[in-house]
């Protein structure tokens, strides 16, 4: 999987979508994004496999910049920094 990351940048906002399927936390966090000040890093929580793709794929389409993703015990953490 690529944007595998070794370590987790600091988020300045974190938005928990675990118990939601696709393409629930892809919502989740559109609707984050608009809480973090532009140059802020935004972690998103999902155990939806799909959001590994939804999420870098929303980021670049919207101009946001996808960091990356850390695995965690059944989840996964995705962080994206807002670009505008």
């Known amino acids: 999987m690529p944007d595998q990351l070794t370590e987790a940048p600091a988020a300045d906002s974190c938005v928990d979508a675990r118990g ?10 559109k609707k984050a994004i608009g809480s973090v000040k532009v140059g802020e890093v935004l ?7 799909g959001t590994k ?6 980021a670049g389409k919207v101009g946001h910049e996808y960091l990356g993703h850390l695995d965690s015990d059944g989840y996964s953490r995705l962080f994206v920094r807002r670009k505008k």
């Open 43 to 49: 972690e998103v929580l999902s155990g939806d496999p």
């Open 53 to 58: 793709d939804d999420i870098p794929a929303w």
């Open 20 to 29: 939601s399927a696709c393409p629930g936390p892809l919502l989740e966090a």
